[in-house]
């Protein structure tokens, strides 16, 4: 076994942009989101991507509430990497963006940013002038083409391979090794978290151990587990 297989990241998406009413285990507050960490890590996860939200349960990039989330895990579990979100969905005008994360007080270990976004190798750059690390989200091969291009890709910590809903599992490797050889012509030698959502989630998570790729699993991802029942929580 290699190197790199032994030293597999398993990252957990404990919220993502989805809305309470979702799932009744999915975590919003502050405390919620301290003590849901609390468990995942428990369970072996080396690191945790969430979604701060505000008091309506939106996804939000707000100081204060980035701060309160970020503030309240570190509280009960000081050692894990956090990262949020930095999706054009919460600040969708990219100058806004920018000045949200120039105002952070608290800062997370790294963000991602969706690099098909408008404004992405802006908001990557203002992270790195902050000192977080950036994960470079590429949902399709113009995202890869996008990043190849861009003069802060080798600065960025990791690449996410996203694939999404809708594939099934023949589809979910397909498109994972397309987009994986992409990047082999990139001539990249970032680590690769590959992960699905909704119907590619298991698939891409088993490809990836297969693979011997970084990867992730939560509620933000898939609500059921493999055999198709509802997940109680993230733990699970």
Known sequence: MSARICKVLLKACVNGARNP???????VTPASLA??????VAAGAGAVHLHPKNEVG??????????????????VTASVPLGITTGAWAVPNPDAR?????????????ASVNWHESGAEQVA???????????????????????????VRDRCSRILIELPDGLDDVQTVTQAELLLAELS??????????????????AALRHA????????????????????????????
């Open 21 to 27: 009413r979702e799932h009744p285990a999915l975590p």
């Open 35 to 40: 003590a849901d960490v609390t468990r995942v």
């Open 58 to 75: 939106e996804d939000t990039l707000d100081g204060a509430s980035v701060a309160a989330a970020l503030m309240a895990i570190r509280a």
């Open 98 to 110: 920018l000045e949200a994360i120039r105002g952070w007080s608290v800062l997370p270990d790294f």
């Open 125 to 151: 750059a203002a992270l790195l002038d902050r000192g977080i690390g950036v994960e470079a989200g590429l949902w399709h091969a113009g995202a890869v083409a996008a990043w190849r291009r861009s003069p």
């Open 185 to 202: 012509a990139a001539g990249s030698d970032l680590p690769v978290l590959l992960h699905g959502e909704g119907t590619s989630c298991w």
């Open 209 to 236: 151990g297969r693979s011997g790729l970084d990867t992730r699993i939560g509620l933000e991802d898939v609500l059921h587990l493999p055999d198709g029942s509802r997940a109680p929580d993230n733990t699970a």
